[in-house]
């Protein structure tokens, strides 16, 4: 009796000097933690934020996007939604003699949507990255803005298009 007693004494002591070995090592240890917002972080290699829409290469202020619903059907959150204005039919403008004279109809081309919005709702947001995955013509990427920040959930709900436009009139100012 007395003899476990004493055996749980020193199991104790061990416990104890062993926790205070560890704190002593991480105590004379370099920070790790950075103190936002008089410290930023260094680097943000391979941060995935949410999605934003990226530019087309022929013109910043219009999207990659084609409006074929493909993010929309593969997001798990339901957060994406979008709406585009439906493709018109042009008539191609080859008039060719012979084909008119056949009783041919002229072939209509079609063009694409037109994006009228793509909305975020970042509230319902996973960041699994199936949207950006699954895109057919890369038009999503993933944001950089680690310093997101609001007071209420709509903060949180972004018209992507309309930022796009907003970002591309900054940089050509």
């Known amino acids: 009796m007395i003899v ?15 926790g205070l070995k560890v704190t002593a090592v991480n105590f004379a240890s370099p920070e790790v933690t950075v103190h936002y917002p008089r410290q930023v972080v260094p680097s943000l290699e391979g941060y995935r934020g949410h999605i934003e829409l990226v530019p087309s290469s022929d013109n910043p202020q219009k999207s990659r996007c084609i409006a074929c ?47 009228e919005s793509f909305v975020l709702d970042f509230n319902y947001c996973c960041l699994c990255g199936l949207c950006v995955q699954n895109c057919p013509t890369d038009a999503l990427g993933f944001s950089n803005d680690v310093y997101l920040a609001g007071t209420g959930r709509q903060d949180f709900v972004f018209d992507l298009l309309a930022r796009l436009q907003s970002q591309s009139a900054k940089t050509e100012q």
């Open 4 to 18: 476990q007693k004493f055996r749980d004494t020193l199991m104790g002591l061990w416990s104890l000097l062993v």
């Open 69 to 115: 619903n493909t993010c929309v059907r593969t997001c798990p959150g339901a957060c994406i939604s979008l709406t585009a204005s439906k493709p018109k039919k042009k008539e191609a403008e080859s008039k060719d003699s012979a084909g008119s004279e056949s009783g041919e109809k002229p072939k209509a081309k079609k063009e694409k949507p037109e994006l």
